[in-house]
């Protein structure tokens, strides 16, 4: 019916670039619209959320890990899709109220991409199967502080910190295939949001998503739209 149209429409929402000299090309991340991916469910995990009920509780746990293992280091996936012709970005909800983006700690001697593989395979593959190696994790990012075990994070070493930071949170491009499935846990939900929903709403969503689209600003989004995916 109607007018034919392309099994591939490609929106390239490249910034005009000005200027003949080396480095004046932007970046282009390919993001793939959201009807592309699978959504289905597994049974339910522990989540921090669900231990820490109180500040003061999560305090105690992670200065326990401190004098056990040292610094804590987290790593976190930016990972992105298209909805109605606008960038949105992959979050973790927890009891219907608190945000994350998918990731957590590492484990003692494990690498940052080693990690940040194990635990997107943990929380958004069916039981945790599949080959790990199938995320492909890009840049970080961007890195985010704790100095001490109360304290908020901060995206530089705070020049009150006199003693070693206790917490480090690592923010990672995770560049999503043309379609995949996400199998989620039942106490958590994956949502689409819409980047101009997280821009500078640090009530909602605290300082690290809400930083998101500024860590995102130097690059172009090419949104490939799928005709014939509902």
């Known amino acids: 019916m109607g007018e034919e149209v392309p099994c591939y429409r490609v929106h390239d929402h490249r910034h005009p670039i000005s200027g003949d000299g080396e480095g004046d090309s932007d970046p282009v991340l390919d993001i793939y619209q959201l009807s592309c991916y699978y959504f289905g469910s597994k049974d339910a995990m522990a989540t921090v959320a669900a231990r820490d009920e109180t500040p003061a509780g999560r305090a105690e746990r992670m200065r326990i890990n401190y004098e056990a293992n040292g610094l804590r280091t987290c790593v976190e ?3 992105m899709v298209e909805l109605f012709k606008h960038p949105h970005l992959l979050l973790l909800q927890v009891r219907n109220s608190s945000f994350k983006l998918p990731g957590g700690r590492l484990r003692p001697g494990e690498s940052d991409i080693e990690g940040l593989r194990r635990k997107l395979t943990s929380k958004l593959s069916a039981d945790g199967a599949g080959d790990e190696s199938e995320w492909k994790v890009g840049e970080c ?7 001490d075990f109360e304290s908020m994070l901060y ?7 006199t003693k070693s930071p206790k917490e480090c949170v690592k923010l990672f491009l995770v560049m999503l295939p043309s379609s995949r499935k996400f199998i989620v846990p039942k106490n958590l939900k994956l949502l ?3 980047l101009c ?3 500078e709403n640090h009530k909602t969503y605290g300082p690290i998503i809400a930083g998101v689209p500024q860590l995102l600003s130097k690059f172009s989004f090419n949104m490939i739209i799928i005709c014939g995916i509902s």
Request: glycine share 4%; proline share 17%; charged share 5%.
């Open 77 to 79: 996936a930016v990972m």
């Open 141 to 147: 990012l961007g890195m985010w502080w704790r100095a």
């Open 155 to 161: 995206p530089y070493v705070p020049p009150n910190c």
């Open 192 to 194: 689409a949001v819409p």
């Open 197 to 199: 929903q997280l821009h």
